[in-house]
């Protein structure tokens, strides 16, 4: 069975810092490429930032400089670090593995709340 757990949600004053993880079982993150998704209400799901199988890295535009995404293939986890945090990253934050002839797998989603 192919499951992916999110942690390290949680409520941060704007400008700090949390880590989410993202560990998986059943699926490889080394042979998938993986990523963050963040999903407020009302609006549709984004992409926050994405690893390749390779390792190549692309961020959205508006953590770039500030969000690094990373994976430990030992620990196959991945693994969101976010500084400098602001209100309006405020979301539910979903990981997400991509599979090449099946549809992605997602985890059940960690809140994080940034007050000001």
């Known amino acids: 069975q192919v499951q992916l757990v999110e942690s390290g949600g949680g409520l941060v004053q704007a400008g700090g810092s949390l880590r989410l993880s993202c560990a998986a079982s059943?699926?490889?993150?080394?042979?998938?490429?993986a990523g963050w998704y963040r999903q407020t209400p009302g609006k549709q799901r984004e992409l926050v930032a994405r690893?390749?199988?390779?390792?190549?890295?692309n961020y959205a535009d508006s953590v770039k400089g500030r969000f690094t995404i990373s994976r430990d293939n030992a620990k196959n986890t991945v693994y969101l670090q976010m500084n400098s945090l602001k209100p309006d990253d405020t979301a539910v934050y979903y990981c997400n593995a991509e599979r090449v002839l099946s549809p992605p797998v997602w985890g059940q989603g960690t809140q994080v709340t940034v007050s000001s």
């Open positions: 690893i390749s199988r390779d390792g190549s890295i």
């Open positions: 059943g699926i490889t993150f080394s042979r998938n490429a």
